[in-house]
Structure formats: structure tokens, C-alpha cells
């Protein structure tokens, strides 16, 4: 910390980026890191080119922020333009400082925070809701269990498939998660269980088929089904 001249400024926005690139996924921390060293650069740039111009430094940071949220617009830049807008508001009202050397030193502080978050996001303490998606398999045998019992006890009630489906809703949810992480150590064992869980996923869906898609099976005691059928339907009935 000595050596890399800690001071409150440089801190915080090491902070900031590892904080930002802590996230559940790997693909969401990426996100969120491009997001913080893209608005870190383009407040950076806006904030030393106006300041070079002939304008009071009001005016400066007013046509920075209204330009950065337009640049964002123009290009449907996705991401938050807030860090940039701050980041341009620093450098053209602070007199104090170097613009061209707080420029620099912002996106350097940055990238270490962001750094170190991405580092310990997926090698030291990465999210993993394996677990999670266990405990919904068991949920989902049971309930697949139940729904069977129901759907071949004989009457014409439908089973309510809706506990099944809204577990199902939440395995996929945990699966997309589960699939958007980068377990770097354990990538095999991530592939396996994911095609592992998406098999079930599947087989339960083939389950949930809709009401009027649904043709139970002809009764014993419709005779008029019963002679139509194929021998070897009736041998199963």
C-alpha cells in the first residue's frame, strides 16, 4: 500500500472497482468492469480536452456531463455514464489539481481495484449455487413423484403442475447462473453437472403439458373407445 502512495482518492476508487466487479457471475463482473474503466476513460478524456478550452470551469463540467450522456445515447451505450459525469465534474472544478495526472491516476486506481475484484470473484471466492440447484432437484423428484400419483389415480382430475413449474421457473434461473460462472478450477466438473441438471430440467418440462394438449387414456368403460382399439392397446389398458 505504501509503495502504490495510498491516499484517500487513490482508495476509493480502487475500492470502487473491486467492488463493481464483484458480482455472481463472470459474465456479470466483466460487464461491470468494461462499465467502470469505460466511464473512467471517457470522463477522463472529456474532462482534460474541456478544460483546455477558453471556458469557465462551470461551463466546462455543465457541457461535459450533457455531452457524455448524449455520447452514451448516440452509441446505445447500455452501461451508466454516472462515473464518467463525476469524473469530468472533478477534474474541471477542482483547480488544484492536474488534470492531464488525475486523468491517468483514476484509471490506474481502477484498474487495480477492478483487478483485484475479478481475481478474488473467480479464484478465491467464487459464487457457486450448486448446492441451491441440489436442494431444487430434490424438490423437483418430489414433486415429479407427486404429480405422477395424481395424473394415474384414476379419475379425470388434472394434477396442479403449478409447484412444479415454479420450481422448474427457479432451477432454469439457477442454471443460467450456474452456466454464466467460470469455476476455473473445477470447469470439467461445472460442464458435467450443468448437462446433468439441464436433463432433468428437461425431462420435468415434458411433463407440464397443457390442459388442452392433454388425452388421458380411453376407459375400460367407454365400449364404443373400446373396440376401436388396436389389440395390443387393449392388452395394455
Not at 222 to 231: F, G, I, T, Y
Request: aromatic share 8%; charged share 20%.
Amino acid at each position: 500500500v505504501d509503495t502504490y502512495g495510498a491516499n484517500e482518492s487513490k482508495l476509493i476508487f480502487a475500492m470502487l472497482g473491486a467492488m463493481a466487479a464483484v458480482q455472481i457471475t463472470f459474465k456479470e463482473s466483466l460487464e461491470s468492469s468494461v462499465t467502470q474503466i469505460l466511464g473512467v476513460v471517457t470522463g477522463a478524456v472529456a474532462g482534460v480536452i474541456l478544460l483546455a478550452l477558453p471556458v469557465s470551469r462551470l461551463a466546462a463540467a455543465s457541457t461535459g456531463i450533457i455531452l457524455i450522456i448524449a455520447l452514451y445515447n448516440a452509441f446505445r451505450i447500455r452501461f451508466s455514464p454516472a462515473l464518467a459525469c463525476l469524473i469530468v465534474v472533478t477534474i474541471c472544478t477542482t483547480p488544484d489539481i492536474k488534470p492531464f495526472a488525475y486523468a491517468l491516476s483514476r484509471i490506474w486506481d481502477t484498474a487495480i481495484g477492478l483487478g483485484m475484484g475479478m481475481l478474488i470473484n473467480t479464484l478465491v471466492f467464487p459464487y457457486d449455487n450448486s448446492s441451491q440447484i441440489r436442494t431444487l432437484v430434490f424438490s423437483l423428484d418430489k414433486a415429479v413423484i407427486r404429480f405422477l400419483e395424481e395424473l394415474f389415480d384414476g379419475d379425470e382430475i388434472l394434477p396442479d403442475a403449478r409447484k412444479m413449474d415454479r420450481i422448474i421457473t427457479e432451477m432454469a434461473r439457477q442454471l443460467t447462473i450456474f452456466s454464466n460462472q467460470r469455476l476455473v478450477l473445477h470447469m470439467k466438473r461445472q460442464k458435467s453437472q450443468i448437462e446433468q441438471f439441464r436433463v432433468c430440467e428437461g425431462k420435468a418440462r415434458e411433463l407440464l403439458v397443457p390442459k388442452e394438449e392433454y388425452k388421458p387414456f380411453p376407459s375400460i368403460d367407454d365400449r364404443d373407445v373400446w373396440e376401436n382399439l388396436h389389440p395390443e392397446q387393449k392388452e395394455y389398458l
